[in-house]
């Protein structure tokens, strides 16, 4: 029989046209009605290209959530959106220009900000709609339109008169490169090569001298203290004496305290503003009163003395050689020290006392924990990066950043007696630039007004999407039928930061978990194993990747590669490798097309086991899609159609459908049960490959896209799977010896069939051609 399918092999520019017939035919438009599955896509920051493989995977399978889904009979909410506020851009826009933010009119740098990401955006959007995203470009949302600012202000303001912000003077992480607080969330630490300086301090009375080893000696200048621990009977005689700091030649006072470890270097510990988060607490602990010694630039103060205006890294180099020229250092050690690390600007970062606004966090550390227990983790084990970031949170969120592409934090002071303001929710607010929308102060009755210059940390933005695309404060009833969400996708990097800010602010909003699953995805990493990094040349762009082989080749190198939650390597020669097995599938449907489906037919003992099989794949399938591991059904469909229904089945059935030596009730069991396997494995994949099972069920099984088709359940056929192993091993038992004969496939052969395969007798000895 001819085929009805005339293309000899899958083409991946046909993807082109079903895209388009998608698009036309609004196939995944939502209504918030039914079963509501909602998704809180991530929206990616189009900072630089090529987009990452791993994230372009990462979104083909967020896709494949959706598309699983809405084959479980979901009405699926899938956004689109895209980040583009805070530094990324900034600096982006500062390298594309060659400036520099604070030197530039701010007006000018906004507008300049707004258009630098848009060729990187247009990319990203093309590769999301090449991969076949199924999601709700239509409507794609910004983090920086004005409609999202407004929604980050107006929560803000409601927090606001919750009591839940303050302003308040602290010591905060801070990024001299970018000129900003930065939350603990967006430090990251890495082993640097520095020195570890064991300086010699003298003591008054009794005269003595006793060591002390630092890597930051550049903070000399602001000791307030020495420390040991009271327990520490090598300086019981000296607690309360005052000791001289050298080089400086200030006196201060050496205090007893528990925090000292005696078996740490000399067991005395110099206490400087600030050295790191330990000094933050010992100072606040002895009540000592701060030396600023950095500024804001990144170089020393003028209380740093002749090392005023020297950068950190210049001042510790020349501090060093001005204590070993005389005679303060004692022995210096080259070591690996773990910095605290700007997550943005890649610098070591500095601890400087700052007025910023804070969101209350720490009274929330309990409540956080108790919803974080009921959201369902994929993989399981990520949940442990939540629970150990709460449990390490001391301070509350430092919410103000000193940038300007970001939203604004809305508020004006009056001018007279510097009283805050905040304005009554719903509008987009630039206090920098706008008049003041209170007419006069509560406090004063003034009506003068000065802006806040800060904006918000990004992370404020991003942590209300769920709340964005749910329309919150926007549409109470489309709000009401989708909100918690159902599911966040997004990569094990940003646990602390943007699910747990989101939970955070959301509990805070509405009182309840943003979301009920959190779908946690690893990195994508070279072939291996290491980052990739522009300056390694082990980049891939996944653009020309998708254009050379196709999405579907793409999409299911990723599901067949990636172990949810675990790190996945990434090449361009394994995805090209996963396009066989879409040919081996085209190859089996075109196959099948010369074959007209049939309602019924008698079942022979053949087809009873590979619909047993088929039970068998379709259970375990279901599984997978169950727990949004998609690793689960591509290497099970592979495996069943490849292995045992293509090299098995097919070939035993092959001459029942052929041949007229069968019985028509015999012909049509197989042709029957070989169109019940294919469309059921058509299904099955849809998901993961939607181009290919689209096309390939719409000529040989429907007018109608497979997308709008339910998944397939197990029938519980008797089990016939105890028959699998006997049966491959027969064939393979008869290939080998036609081939060791010098025999072709066709040649006849004299061979005994097991007893224990007499039921499938009369398919085997027309598959092999057995006398």
Same mark, same amino acid.
């Given at each position: 029989?001819?085929?009805?399918?005339?293309?000899?092999?899958?083409?991946?520019?046909?993807?082109?046209?079903?895209?388009?017939?998608?698009?036309?035919?609004?196939?995944?438009?939502?209504?918030?009605?039914?079963?509501?599955?909602?998704?809180?896509?991530?929206?990616?920051?189009?900072?630089?290209?090529?987009?990452?493989?791993?994230?372009?995977?990462h979104?083909?399978?967020?896709?494949?959530?959706?598309?699983?889904?809405r084959?479980?009979?979901?009405?699926v909410?899938?956004?689109?959106g895209?980040?583009?506020?805070?530094?990324?851009?900034?600096?982006? !826009?500062?390298?594309?220009?060659?400036?520099?933010?604070?030197?530039?009119?701010?007006?000018?740098?906004?507008?300049?900000?707004?258009?630098a990401?848009d060729?990187?955006?247009?990319?990203?959007?093309?590769?999301?709609?090449?991969?076949?995203?199924?999601?709700n470009f239509a409507?794609?949302?910004?983090?920086?339109?004005?409609?999202?600012?407004?929604?980050?202000?107006s929560?803000?303001i409601?927090m606001?008169?919750?009591?839940?912000?303050?302003?308040?003077?602290?010591?905060?992480?801070?990024?001299?490169?970018?000129? !900003?607080?930065?939350?603990?969330?967006?430090?990251?630490?890495?082993?640097?090569?520095?020195?570890?300086?064991?300086?010699?301090?003298?003591v008054?009375?009794?005269?003595?001298?006793?060591?002390?080893?630092?890597?930051?000696p550049?903070?000399?200048?602001a000791?307030?203290?020495?420390?040991?621990?009271?327990?520490?009977?090598?300086? #019981?005689?000296?607690?309360?004496?005052?000791?001289?700091?050298?080089?400086?030649?200030r006196?201060?006072?050496?205090?007893?305290?528990?925090?000292?470890?005696?078996?740490?270097?000399?067991?005395?510990?110099?206490?400087?503003?600030?050295?790191?988060?330990?000094?933050?607490?010992?100072?606040?602990?002895l009540?000592?009163?701060?030396i600023?010694?950095?500024?804001?630039?990144?170089?020393?103060?003028?209380?740093?003395?002749?090392?005023?205006?020297?950068?950190?890294?210049?001042?510790?180099?020349?501090?060093i050689?001005?204590? #070993?020229?005389?005679?303060?250092?004692?022995?210096?050690?080259?070591?690996?020290?773990?910095?605290?690390?700007?997550?943005?600007?890649?610098?070591?970062?500095?601890?400087?006392?700052?007025?910023?606004?804070?969101?209350?966090?720490?009274?929330?550390?309990?409540?956080?924990?108790?919803?974080?227990?009921?959201i369902?983790?994929?993989?399981?084990?990520?949940?442990?990066i939540?629970?150990?970031?709460?449990?390490?949170?001391?301070?509350?969120?430092?919410?103000?950043?000193r940038?300007?592409?970001?939203?604004?934090?809305?508020?004006w002071?009056?001018?007279?007696?510097?009283?805050?303001?905040?304005?009554?929710?719903?509008?987009?607010?630039?206090?920098?630039?706008?008049?003041?929308?209170?007419?006069?102060?509560?406090?004063?009755?003034?009506?003068?007004?000065?802006g806040?210059?800060?904006?918000f940390d990004?992370?404020?933005?991003?942590?209300?999407?769920?709340?964005?695309?749910?329309k919150?404060?926007?549409?109470?009833?489309?709000?009401?039928?989708?909100?918690?969400? !159902?599911?966040r996708p997004?990569?094990?990097?940003?646990?602390?930061?943007?699910?747990?800010?989101?939970?955070?602010?959301?509990?805070?909003?509405?009182?309840? =978990?943003?979301?009920?699953?959190?779908?946690?995805?690893?990195?994508?990493?070279?072939?291996? &194993?290491?980052?990739?990094?522009?300056?390694k040349?082990?980049?891939?762009?996944?653009?020309?990747?998708?254009?050379?082989?196709g999405?579907? #080749?793409?999409?299911?190198w990723?599901?067949?590669?990636?172990?949810?939650g675990?790190?996945?390597?990434?090449?361009?020669?394994?995805?090209?490798?996963?396009?066989?097995?879409?040919?081996?599938l085209?190859?089996?449907?075109?196959?099948?097309?010369?074959?007209?489906?049939?309602?019924?037919g008698?079942?022979?003992?053949?087809?009873?086991?590979?619909?047993?099989?088929?039970?068998?794949?379709?259970?375990?399938?279901?599984?997978?899609?169950?727990?949004?591991?998609?690793?689960?059904?591509?290497?099970?469909?592979r495996e069943?159609?490849?292995?045992?229904?293509?090299?098995?089945?097919?070939?035993?059935?092959?001459?029942?459908?052929?041949?007229?030596?069968?019985?028509?009730e015999e012909r049509?069991?197989?042709?029957?049960?070989?169109?019940?396997?294919?469309?059921?494995?058509?299904?099955?994949?849809?998901p993961?490959?939607?181009f290919? =099972?689209?096309?390939?069920?719409?000529?040989?099984?429907s007018?109608? !896209?497979?997308?709008?088709?339910?998944?397939?359940?197990?029938?519980?056929?008797?089990d016939?799977?105890?028959?699998?192993?006997?049966?491959t091993?027969?064939?393979?038992?008869?290939?080998?010896?036609?081939?060791s004969?010098?025999?072709?496939?066709?040649?006849?052969?004299?061979?005994?069939?097991?007893? &224990?395969?007499?039921?499938?007798?009369?398919?085997?000895?027309?598959?092999h051609?057995?006398?």
């Amino acid at each position: 029989m001819e085929p009805t399918i005339k293309e000899t092999s899958w083409n991946p520019e046909i993807e082109k046209q079903i895209l388009k017939q998608w698009e036309e035919t609004h196939i995944y438009d939502f209504k918030p009605e039914g079963d509501v599955f909602v998704i809180d896509t991530p929206p990616p920051y189009p900072s630089g290209r090529p987009w990452h493989i791993g994230a372009a995977s990462h979104y083909a399978q967020i896709d494949m959530i959706a598309r699983t889904a809405r084959m479980s009979g979901k009405n699926v909410l899938f956004p689109i959106g895209i980040d583009r506020n805070g530094l990324p851009v900034e600096m982006y !826009t500062e390298k594309k220009h060659g400036i520099r933010m604070h030197e530039t009119d701010r007006a000018e740098f906004l507008k300049l900000c707004e258009t630098a990401l848009d060729d990187l955006e247009a990319e990203m959007i093309q590769i999301m709609k090449s991969l076949g995203l199924s999601g709700n470009f239509a409507e794609y949302y910004r983090t920086d339109s004005e409609k999202y600012r407004t929604l980050t202000q107006s929560t803000f303001i409601d927090m606001w008169k919750q009591g839940q912000i303050y302003l308040a003077n602290r010591p905060n992480n801070y990024d001299w490169v970018t000129g !900003t607080t930065i939350a603990d969330a967006e430090i990251v630490y890495e082993d640097i090569p520095t020195k570890l300086v064991h300086m010699k301090f003298q003591v008054k009375d009794p005269q003595r001298t006793i060591v002390i080893a630092s890597t930051r000696p550049e903070l000399l200048c602001a000791c307030q203290t020495i420390i040991v621990n009271p327990e520490d009977e090598r300086y #019981t005689d000296v607690i309360g004496k005052k000791v001289i700091i050298p080089l400086i030649n200030r006196e201060v006072e050496i205090k007893a305290h528990p925090s000292a470890e005696k078996e740490f270097g000399s067991g005395a510990v110099m206490v400087c503003s600030y050295g790191d988060q330990n000094d933050v607490a010992l100072f606040r602990d002895l009540k000592l009163e701060e030396i600023a010694a950095v500024g804001m630039n990144g170089r020393m103060k003028e209380v740093a003395g002749s090392y005023a205006g020297l950068k950190v890294k210049q001042a510790r180099e020349k501090i060093i050689e001005d204590l #070993t020229n005389q005679g303060f250092v004692e022995k210096i050690d080259n070591i690996n020290h773990r910095t605290p690390i700007s997550e943005r600007s890649k610098t070591a970062i500095e601890i400087i006392s700052m007025e910023e606004y804070y969101l209350k966090q720490k009274d929330s550390v309990d409540k956080i924990k108790e919803l974080g227990s009921k959201i369902n983790f994929h993989p399981p084990m990520h949940k442990q990066i939540l629970m150990n970031w709460l449990e390490s949170i001391s301070i509350d969120w430092p919410i103000s950043r000193r940038r300007f592409y970001g939203t604004e934090i809305p508020i004006w002071y009056c001018k007279k007696c510097n009283e805050p303001h905040v304005p009554e929710p719903g509008k987009y607010y630039r206090p920098w630039k706008d008049s003041s929308p209170i007419p006069k102060c509560m406090k004063c009755n003034s009506t003068e007004f000065v802006g806040e210059q800060r904006t918000f940390d990004t992370w404020m933005d991003s942590s209300i999407s769920p709340l964005y695309i749910t329309k919150y404060k926007q549409d109470e009833a489309f709000f009401n039928k989708t909100y918690p969400t !159902t599911i966040r996708p997004q990569s094990k990097d940003i646990v602390r930061t943007w699910l747990y800010y989101t939970i955070l602010r959301c509990e805070k909003l509405t009182g309840k =978990t943003p979301w009920t699953d959190a779908w946690i995805m690893g990195y994508g990493v070279d072939e291996h &194993g290491a980052k990739m990094s522009k300056s390694k040349g082990n980049v891939i762009d996944p653009l020309p990747v998708i254009q050379k082989f196709g999405a579907d #080749t793409f999409r299911f190198w990723s599901a067949s590669e990636i172990n949810i939650g675990y790190d996945f390597r990434c090449s361009e020669q394994k995805i090209e490798t996963t396009k066989k097995f879409l040919s081996k599938l085209w190859n089996v449907s075109r196959f099948l097309s010369g074959f007209s489906i049939v309602k019924s037919g008698k079942p022979s003992a053949s087809d009873k086991w590979i619909l047993s099989e088929l039970d068998k794949v379709i259970s375990e399938c279901k599984k997978g899609y169950s727990e949004y591991n998609f690793f689960i059904p591509a290497t099970a469909l592979r495996e069943f159609t490849w292995n045992l229904f293509a090299a098995h089945y097919i070939e035993m059935v092959k001459g029942r459908a052929y041949s007229s030596d069968f019985t028509e009730e015999e012909r049509d069991g197989a042709i029957f049960t070989l169109h019940k396997v294919l469309s059921s494995v058509l299904i099955l994949l849809a998901p993961i490959t939607p181009f290919i =099972t689209d096309y390939l069920w719409q000529n040989l099984y429907s007018q109608k !896209t497979i997308h709008h088709e339910k998944f397939v359940e197990p029938e519980e056929h008797e089990d016939w799977t105890k028959y699998t192993k006997e049966i491959t091993e027969f064939n393979s038992e008869v290939w080998n010896k036609k081939k060791s004969m010098n025999l072709s496939l066709k040649d006849t052969i004299e061979i005994a069939i097991p007893q &224990g395969l007499e039921q499938f007798a009369k398919d085997l000895k027309a598959m092999h051609n057995i006398k």
